[in-house]
């Protein structure tokens, strides 16, 4: 899937998601009073968009108390009549404030631009419909006349068209400023305001010569209107094929031109459609084809250095939309991930916190905890005497550690409502406070004589090399039974345990029973969606392997000293610099530090995903034999929510929109769920890998 001769730097976490603005949970932006609904607002279902912008509404009528007395102050205006727009007015026709939707184009005008006869879906069928709005599977003209009919009913006040052009907050009110088409400007004044003007703030435009003829449209109204005419269809995407294939079929002779060397969005229905068509020869794909310029009778491309000149008599350019940044920074509307001086101080303030503690919890006497220091005297006075063990900042940590896993463990069970998650969660904070903290911290320290060996059954090697080391000199009695009984333990953990579990749930570990999967998936849950995807940070994710291999020798050196199968001054010599080394850059730096410190810059997974030699022995097995993947349905709208909330930065949609299994074939998925608990098509479920079973066969 990723080719590593790709010189290219792509890691980051906005690569393949929509851009999105900063609000909160109840939609509001850093612009207090200023809301954001709809797609804009990562709502891009029709049905979820009428829901969104009637629960937003409702928020602000509750919040707003009595409705004004003032005759010239809207209680709320509400940009855009789209899906969001129409719910949050239909919502305020409720409450009796005052409001004002404001329109620059038609209702619904997204929709109304939708090729004729399209079927629009009534889903999810979780999502109700608010204040009994008709709503089922229709054509585009049957849904939008039903809806047309339904706004001059329920005589929703909305002002069209009128363009907002800015708006401005001023004393705790704020001033919309409008233009309609002749021209004439307005001022309405309101107490809050709900944004709901969408992502299409303008058709990308492909700026060649010609682009300006009349033969060019940006968006298909009809494909009989093509018909028996040459029309080319410019991009790459579900849009693009399915106005090609609509065209093909109302009997347009049509070329699909598009820059790449094959589709690779489009859903698996829409390619296999176009596949047909192509080898019936009645449609010509034109791939690795740039247009450069628009003749009246021909349209120009650019292939592979060459150019190419098509007939052509009508031209459909089908690349995007833009999103309305420009008037977002005029309004103060700040997006998601934007670095700022508050966001850079919160992460640096958070690594500062994460370096504090573990140096503590690490007991490495570093700055500002080491002798002389200004803090000097903290791990001193952590160490305790509780009768049954004496503890130290480590023990303290570990209490600490336990209960963050446990409260945002709580707050993430309540989060998330399939029962797949409640689940997960609920093993891992039972893990955590059981196995890897409760056993080995308080129980075990009243039955054993080295209580520390309990870890050896939690915290699997390469995960913690000391799982396999053991020595009889270690022992009050010398006897070397039980010693040997925990390096069986150990090793029949890490290599066997672990294997089947790897070939039952693939590389669950991480994300049902892991201690640092526990933190990341807790408190490291307010970051997950920031994961860097990019060819790049695929190629990152062999650095796993390479601390796997450094384990090996630093396990085998540390035995060595314990057993002494070589005597040998050089040796102890080397066992002593790879310990400290490895001990002090992987488990300290890199597993502790860095990996935590990033979560508000990187999301929760830099460990696990880049560094954890762990996940990476569980990936080299999962590859072969993990009999488990993520399957797709016929459903998915592309909306992206599944790649944003993949913590390990997978472009889950690529495999969504081409119905392709998802497993660890060639991927570092850790079988979480998220991707589909925040689906909102339920497109997404797992099942057994169908890639496996044919290997098998």
């Known amino acids: 899937m990723h080719d590593i001769l790709d010189i290219s730097f792509e890691f980051s976490s906005k690569i393949g998601v929509r851009d999105l603005p900063r609000v909160d949970a109840n939609k509001e932006s850093n612009v207090r009073g200023l809301y954001v609904a709809g797609d804009l607002a990562d709502a891009p279902i029709i049905k979820a968009a009428l829901a969104q912008g009637y629960e937003v509404a ?199 031109s598009y820059r790449g060397a094959a589709l690779t969005r489009p859903k698996a229905r829409n390619l296999e459609k176009l596949d047909r068509m192509v080898e019936a020869g009645a449609l010509q794909t034109l791939y690795e084809s740039v247009p450069v310029e628009v003749k009246p009778d021909a349209v120009v491309l650019e292939k592979r250095g060459e150019r190419l000149e098509v007939p052509n008599d009508d031209l459909l350019v089908l690349i995007g939309t833009d999103l309305p940044l420009g008037f977002l920074r005029k309004v103060g509307i700040r997006m998601q991930g934007a670095m700022d001086a508050l966001r850079l101080s919160w992460i640096l303030a958070f690594a500062l916190l994460t370096y504090c503690f573990y140096v503590l919890k690490h007991k490495k006497g570093f700055f500002p905890f080491g002798e002389g220091d200004l803090f000097g005297w903290v791990p001193g006075a952590l160490e305790a005497d509780l009768g049954f063990r004496v503890v130290d900042a480590g023990f303290w940590g570990t209490c600490v550690y336990s209960a963050l896993v446990l409260g945002f463990g709580l707050r993430a069970y309540r989060r998330y409502s399939r029962p797949e998650q409640k689940h997960r969660y609920t093993s891992l904070m039972v893990f955590q406070v059981l196995f890897l903290f409760g056993i080995p911290e308080l129980l075990a320290p009243l039955i054993i004589e080295r209580p520390w060996k309990v870890y050896a059954l939690s915290v699997p090697w390469p995960l913690s090399i000391w799982s396999l080391v053991d020595a009889p000199s270690w022992t009050p009695d010398g006897s070397t039974v039980t010693v040997l009984l925990w390096l069986a333990a150990g090793a029949l953990v890490s290599f066997v345990a672990i294997p089947l579990y790897v070939r039952l749930q693939g590389e669950r570990f991480c994300s049902y029973l892991c201690g640092c999967g526990g933190l990341a998936e807790t408190l490291g849950d307010f970051w997950r969606h920031l994961a860097p995807r990019g060819r790049t940070s695929y190629q990152a994710e062999w650095v796993g392997r390479v601390i796997l291999l450094l384990a090996i020798p630093v396990t085998l050196l540390i035995l060595n000293d314990a057993w002494g199968f070589f005597a040998s001054g050089a040796l102890y010599s080397t066992k002593a610099f790879a310990q400290h080394w490895y001990g002090l850059m992987v488990d300290f730096w890199l597993a502790s530090i860095l990996g935590v410190a990033l979560y508000p810059y990187l999301g929760n997974r830099v460990w696990c995903r880049f560094f954890c030699p762990l996940r990476a022995y569980m990936e080299l097995l999962a590859r072969r034999f993990a009999n488990i993947a993520i399957q797709s349905n016929d459903k998915c709208i592309g909306c992206g929510e599944c790649t944003r909330y993949c913590q390990m930065g997978i472009p889950v949609q690529d495999y969504a929109q081409r119905q392709v299994e998802l497993s660890n074939a060639d991927t570092a998925c850790i079988q979480c769920g998220i991707c589909i608990q925040v689906c909102p098509m339920d497109v997404l479920s797992t099942g057994p890998r169908r890639e496996l079973q044919l290997r098998l066969d």
Request: with cysteine; aromatic share 6%.
């Open 58 to 256: 409702q928020h602000i009528a509750r919040r707003l108390g009595p409705p004004s007395a003032d005759e010239d102050l809207y209680d709320v205006v509400v940009v855009g009549a789209g899906p969001a727009g129409i719910g949050a007015g239909l919502a305020l026709s409720e409450t009796g404030h005052r409001f004002v939707i404001l329109e620059r184009g038609r209702p619904f005008d997204t929709i109304q631009n939708f090729p004729k006869h399209k079927l629009i879906f009534a889903e999810p069928a979780s999502v109700p419909t608010v204040a009994g709005f008709w709503f089922d599977d229709a054509t585009t003209e049957e849904l939008i006349t039903r809806w047309e009919q339904a706004l001059d009913e329920r005589s929703l006040p909305i002002v069209q068209p009128e363009n907002v052009v800015d708006i401005r907050k001023t004393a705790g009110r704020f001033e919309l400023e409008t233009q309609s088409e002749d021209g004439t400007v307005r001022v309405w004044r309101a107490r809050k305001v709900v944004l709901a003007i969408g992502r299409r703030a303008a058709v990308r435009r492909l700026e060649i010569p010609g682009e300006d003829l009349d033969k060019v449209a940006f968006a298909l109204e009809s494909a009989e209107a093509h018909a028996g005419r040459r029309l080319m269809v410019v991009g790459g995407g579900d849009s693009a094929v399915e106005a090609a294939t609509a065209c093909v079929a109302a009997g347009a002779e049509v070329t699909l």
